[in-house]
């Protein structure tokens, strides 16, 4: 169905910042071949707000709604954007070798290499998943997942959170509203923007076998 095979990873229950540490030990571990490209889902005890790598906490963040509620605000090695990683988002992780079919410094072009069955599998529900850059999945045009990526030491690392049955206030109470969006976003709120994708008829283990027969 693709160009690419992963292997299924099996990974404990951890804390978000635990799991970030995770996926920068695998991502080494690839890309010195001692472990082959694979595929995993977090399984996180906890909730944060995790920032990518290059943005500015006070723009993105209301910290002191996030101090007052005591969820720690994290920043991860990737780039994209702001995310609350709480119950109801399917985190998954893939790392593979920087090595056709994806190219070094080729971002768009693994995004697009990587979705490619995954769209193709969603049109075969009977939905229209696209990709818009610079790292967005939507449905008729609302968000479904926001991803990430990082290339460094021969690895590919691609990181994203499904929306699936996600608690829009709080995303909204934490999350400030961006003021640099992607054009298909326009002005629309996080209410008005974002899908959850329990009403399309996706639950956690209906999305996870998808995934998983997509890309191992």
């Known amino acids: 169905m693709t160009s690419f095979r992963l292997n299924y990873l099996e990974t404990p229950k951890l804390s978000v910042a635990e799991q970030i540490a995770l996926d920068r030990e695998l991502m080494s571990e690839v890309g010195k071949k001692a472990r082959p490209p694979l595929l995993r889902f977090y399984n996180f005890t ?3 707000i995790v920032l ?3 943005q500015d906490e006070e723009k993105y963040v209301d910290k002191a709604a996030a101090e007052k509620d005591g969820v720690p605000v994290l920043r991860r090695f990737s780039g994209g954007g702001a995310v ?7 985190v998954y992780t893939i ?3 920087l090595a056709p079919p994806f190219r070094r410094f080729d971002v768009m072009g693994a995004y697009r290499t990587a979705f490619a069955p995954l769209i193709k599998a969603f049109q075969n529900q009977g939905l229209n998943l696209e990709f818009h850059e610079p790292c967005d999945l939507a449905i008729a045009g609302r968000k479904v997942a926001g991803n990430a990526q990082s290339q460094r030491q021969g690895a590919l690392l691609m990181h994203g959170s499904f929306l699936i049955d996600p608690d829009i206030q709080r995303i909204k109470r934490y999350l400030k509203e961006p003021d640099v969006r992607p054009d298909y976003r326009a002005a629309r709120s996080h209410e008005d923007f974002l899908l959850p994708l329990s009403e399309v008829g996706f639950d956690e283990q209906k999305l996870k076998g998808l ?3 997509v890309w191992c």
């Open 52 to 54: 990518g790598l290059s």
């Open 46 to 48: 906890d909730e944060a």
């Open 84 to 90: 609350f990683i709480h119950k109801g988002c399917l």
């Open 95 to 97: 790392v593979t070798n």
């Open 211 to 213: 995934l998983v027969s």
